[in-house]
């Protein structure tokens, strides 16, 4: 739980666009997603090891952490978002 980095496998993911690589972004909770196929992790946080944070299939995103908590860089992640969508 609290604050910590978010680091983007790739860096052609638009919904990163703008925020610098290793942002911190909020986490409210202690789990995380362990996905079968490791192709859709878009994004991971190291806790001792890393796990996925971020994970995309097809026009699905997940977060682990909360944009909305995690102040200017989690708005723009949200803003980039609402742009993805629109394109």
């Known amino acids: ?3 910590n980095r978010v680091t983007p496998l790739h860096d052609d993911m638009p919904i990163f666009e703008g925020i610098p690589g290793d ?10 997603v362990e996905p079968r196929d ?3 992790v878009a994004a991971v ?3 001792g090891s ?3 944070s971020v994970i995309v ?3 699905i995103w997940g977060t682990q952490f ?6 200017p860089v989690g708005l723009r992640l949200l803003s980039n ?5 629109r394109a």
């Open 1 to 3: 739980m609290g604050w």
């Open 23 to 32: 942002s911190y972004f909020y986490f409210a909770h202690s789990y995380y």
């Open 38 to 40: 490791r192709q859709g």
């Open 45 to 47: 946080t190291d806790y």
């Open 50 to 52: 890393d796990f996925c």
């Open 57 to 59: 299939s097809e026009h």
């Open 66 to 71: 909360h944009p909305e908590k995690s102040g």
């Open 81 to 85: 978002f609402v742009k993805w969508v």
